[in-house]
């Protein structure tokens, strides 16, 4: 009788166990989905704000530049061959 009740406590621990290893398994995942739901979330909040800065910044050295990229279209000019 002693046996079966020591196998019935251990059983029980054993379930315990168990159950609250998989619930530790359970959150750790969460916390991973949430980290990088959090870090997509901010990436996305901050690029627009970093876009109009730098675009700023662009729009405001570009007249020091030896070449207005903002007028000539983002484009180099084409080199003309002489005729001779």
């Keep these: 009788m002693l046996q079966v ?3 019935a406590e251990a059983y029980a621990i054993e379930a315990k166990a168990k159950a609250e290893a998989e619930q530790m398994a359970k959150k750790a ?3 991973k989905e ?8 901010m990436v ?3 690029m627009p704000k970093v ?3 730098s675009v700023a910044i662009f729009y405001l ?5 030896t070449i207005n990229l903002l007028k000539v279209g983002f484009r180099m ?3 003309r061959e002489k005729n001779i």
């Design 29 to 31: 995942d969460a916390w």
């Design 51 to 53: 876009f109009l800065i």
């Design 5 to 7: 009740k020591g196998e």
């Design 34 to 41: 949430y980290r990088e739901a959090a870090m997509v979330d």
């Design 61 to 65: 050295i570009s007249p020091f530049c």
């Design 77 to 79: 000019p084409r080199r």
């Design 44 to 46: 996305l909040e901050t």
